[in-house]
């Protein structure tokens, strides 16, 4: 049997833990102390960018399933409350299929994205955490659409005469020369908040990023590459709305106690990140 959590309702779900817990929760927390190779919001300053860490080399297609898979099923299946976690890994795609959604769209695979695709064409994993007074908490959702459903997204200023507004929507530091957004397609919409996006520059040769799109259409930068974007994902254990940490307005209230508890690292990290965008003006 799952052990339960004790919650009072003041509102909002405050799950209480005890200090031996909160212990055990940072010694073994191997997943959510991995490396932000993400980023902040297109709104933070130079000082608060992630480019200052040196990128990680990417995954192949089989590792990251398979970290998906089974070491973060693993690592919750360890966690105080957790239960319904659920995996749906499918059959790859084949070349023919990825070379069709490339034809098709006119836009080339990432590499990593496209060695993914070939191993599971798509992911779901999903984590319900059980409260006593109501049962299961829907919690987490770490998922990437099939290659069917991955879509065009249309850009906020696709129709406007002024030519400089999406260069300004997709804003990151001058000095990093980056040429103006040319296309998105959406990866992900679990997160309730928004919906992930590959987005491409009209300069082919820059690699495609990941990026946020919140519910008020704003655009902020999440990574430089799937495979940190994937990364990013799993230190934050899918938590429902987290990637509203790279948002100025921050994660909700209910994402952040879910964090504060099953992933305290990535919230702490995040703090400091948007404090220090913040004193940087």
Sequence with gaps: AHKRLTARHTGSIIPLVSPTHRHHHHEASTTSAAARNGGQSCFASRRHRHNQTKMPPPLKGRALVDELCFKLPTY????????QIQVD?????????????????????????????????????????????RGPADVGAL????????????????????????????????????????RAFELDRSARIGRVCLVYRADRRAAPEVWFQDLACGWHYLAPSFTCYFRLAVA??????????????????????WM??????????????????????
């Design 260 to 281: 504060r508890l099953y992933c305290p690292e990535r919230l702490h990290a995040n703090d400091r990140a948007a404090e220090a965008a913040e004193a940087g003006g």
């Design 76 to 83: 919750l299946q360890e966690q105080l409350g957790v239960t």
């Design 143 to 182: 998922r990437l659409h099939r290659l069917d459903d991955i879509v065009p997204v249309t850009l906020d200023d696709d129709e406007a005469d002024d030519a400089g507004a999406r260069a300004r929507t997709f804003r990151r530091d001058e000095d990093e020369g980056l040429g103006r957004v040319e």
């Design 236 to 257: 934050h254990l899918g938590v429902r709305g987290w990637q509203g940490c790279y948002a100025p307005c921050g994660a909700d209230p209910v994402a952040r106690q």
């Design 89 to 133: 890994a499918r059959a790859g795609c084949t070349a023919a299929d990825l070379d069709g959604f490339e034809r098709n769209t006119g836009y080339a695979l990432p590499d990593d994205l496209r060695a993914f695709f070939a191993v599971s064409n798509g992911l779901k994993c999903d984590w319900a955490v059980d409260v006593k007074t």
